[in-house]
């Protein structure tokens, strides 16, 4: 059964940054896409940044929206199960919640979408004003 816990949400002021992180249990795929979606006030849900794991061999790819690509970077640290995503120069447009999601996908192939994505994590506010 595989569980994701999102932490790090908050308030900051615009141009500051936050760090979120999605702590993963109980999957033993051997390759995974992990995403981060963002929902806003009145808006739909929409993908903010994608990180595909896969493991023996290792490979790591990584995928950004355009309106965060060169603020956001999402990682992973692979011993602690962990995605991050670190969020700079923030604007107040980048508020919402946001959700990790994760799916077991197919060597070499990214999952985009978010009716793809099975798991889900309980969802984290970020407010940028």
């Known amino acids: 059964h595989v569980q994701l816990v999102e932490s790090g949400g908050g308030s900051v002021q615009p141009g500051g940054s936050l760090r979120l992180s999605c702590a993963a249990s109980g999957y033993t795929y051997s390759s995974i896409c992990m995403a981060w979606f963002r929902q806003a006030p009145g808006k739909g849900r929409e993908a903010v940044a994608t990180?595909?794991?896969?493991?023996?061999?290792?490979?790591?790819?990584?995928y950004y929206a355009d309106p965060v690509k060169g603020r956001f970077t999402i990682s992973q640290d692979k011993a602690k199960s962990i995605v991050y995503l670190q969020m700079n120069s923030l604007q107040p447009e980048d508020t919402g919640v946001y959700s990790c999601?994760?799916?077991?996908?197919?060597?070499?192939?990214?999952?985009?979408?978010?009716?793809?994505?099975?798991?889900w994590g309980q969802g984290t506010q970020v407010t940028v004003s």
């Open positions: 990180i595909y794991i896969a493991f023996r061999p290792d490979d790591q790819r990584t």
């Open positions: 999601a994760a799916v077991s996908c197919p060597r070499g192939v990214v999952v985009a979408a978010a009716d793809q994505y099975e798991h």
